[in-house]
């Protein structure tokens, strides 16, 4: 069954602290991008990819960064200086960019 | 940048009755995306559509591209309780294929048995 697979479900990060989102697919999509979603907001875009190895900023890179080392994975990192990181962080992809998106499941990121 | 702009905020309705949600922008668009996202959930996408003025059936739900590609409207006909959710448009500048898909801020759909 094909789909995109986001791990954990919730997270809590401590002051100071790096935490990892993970999220893998198994659609063979070459795109895949990561959003940030606050309550009443819609959503917004941290990073995206186009093809394994190569990344963009979206409009709230600040304090975050990903990689693409493999087409299936494109893991998301929430660093210290991200200083208001409580949100809820959904991965996406789709065939080509812009194309019509498939999303995971979320995580949900607290500050402890 | 560019914005598109979602209204309503909030639409509570009786089961039984219509629901509109518009989504508009001050720049032609390329094409549009609709997406639902039940409470909890996570976006889900709907249709797409490209043509100026089409018009798409899914079930009860319609949606519109205008004439002019500048505005959108997804249409539910007889609301039920599974229609519960936001409702997110998203599109790209005409001629953005560089840019980025822009989501609106959602429609929040509840309805009331």
């Known amino acids: 069954d094909g789909g995109i697979t986001q791990s954990p479900k919730y997270l809590f990060r401590k002051e100071g602290q790096n935490v990892t989102l993970s999220c893998e697919q198994n659609?063979?999509?070459?795109?895949m991008y990561w959003y940030r979603q606050d309550p009443g907001q819609g959503l917004r875009l941290i990073y995206y990819?186009?093809?394994?190895?190569?990344?963009q900023k979206g409009d709230i890179a600040e304090g975050y960064s990903v990689s693409r080392e493999k087409k299936e994975s494109f893991p998301l990192t929430v660093t210290s200086a991200q200083k208001n990181p409580t949100a809820f962080y959904l991965c996406?992809?789709?065939?080509?960019?812009?194309?019509?998106?498939?999303f995971g499941d979320g995580t949900r990121l607290s500050i402890l | 940048g560019q914005q598109v702009m979602q209204i309503p905020q909030y639409q509570h309705v009786q089961e039984g009755e219509d629901f509109t949600t518009y989504c508009n922008s001050s720049t032609t668009l390329s094409n549009i995306q609709w997406y639902k996202q039940r409470p909890g959930g996570h976006p889900v996408f709907l249709i797409q559509?490209?043509?100026?003025?089409e018009v798409k059936k899914q079930k009860r739900l319609t949606f519109q591209f205008g004439e002019a590609k500048k505005n959108s409207s997804l249409h539910i006909t007889a609301t039920q309780t599974t229609d519960v959710g936001t409702y997110f448009c998203a599109a790209m500048n005409y001629g953005g294929s560089q840019g980025n898909l822009i989501f609106g801020k959602g429609t929040k759909l509840s309805v009331k048995p």
């Open positions: 990819s186009q093809i394994v190895n190569d990344f």
């Open positions: 996406a992809s789709s065939i080509m960019k812009n194309q019509p998106q498939h």
């Open positions: 659609l063979n999509h070459d795109a």
């Open positions: 559509l490209v043509k100026s003025g």
